[in-house]
């Protein structure tokens, strides 16, 4: 399966609406790179308050939907029985650079890729683009941790 649903990513992710922010991923290639959709809608959660009459993505969102795409992809690629039971979280943010403002009523393409992994604790980097304008990039940081 190359190509995951929001359904899919639900059945991955523990995040749910509105913290949910990625809607597909494909090109996946196993525990290695895949890419994300993030539908930015005129009226997702954050459009009425940042900023009234201008609104534009949360620079701290984008990076959000980076960790979304690489734990969807870090779990979508380990065996299920060493997956059950765990979360992704997010460790740091090495880098992050903001390009151009995300303006609602745009799909923001994600390409991401892990770095390295290092038992628990895997690096990723990725791009952010709205038709094919970078818009922004980061370096991160994620382990995986059992459920309490």
């Given at each position: 399966?190359?190509?995951?649903?929001?359904?899919?990513?639900?059945?991955?992710?523990?995040h749910r609406d509105p913290m949910l922010l990625i809607d597909e991923?494909?090109?996946?290639?196993?525990?290695f790179s895949a890419t994300a959709v993030v539908n930015v809608k005129k009226d997702?959660?954050?459009v009425q308050?940042?900023?009234?009459?201008?609104p534009v993505m949360p620079?701290?969102?984008?990076?959000?939907s980076f960790g979304q795409a690489a734990a969807a992809l870090?779990?979508?690629?380990?065996?299920?029985?060493t997956y059950e039971n765990k979360l992704v979280f997010l460790m740091g943010v090495e880098k992050a650079r903001f390009r151009n403002p995300v303006i609602p009523d745009c799909k923001l393409i994600l390409k991401i890729e892990a770095i390295r992994s290092h038992g628990r604790v895997w690096k990723y980097k990725g791009e952010a683009f709205v038709n094919d304008k970078k818009m922004?990039?980061?370096?991160?940081?994620a382990t995986i941790v059992d459920k309490k």
């Open positions: 399966m190359d190509r995951l649903n929001k359904s899919q990513i639900e059945n991955l992710l523990p991923l494909y090109d996946i290639k196993k525990l997702s959660f954050f308050g940042h900023f009234p009459g201008q620079g701290v969102l984008i990076v959000e870090t779990a979508h690629g380990l065996d299920k029985s922004a990039d980061a370096i991160w940081s």
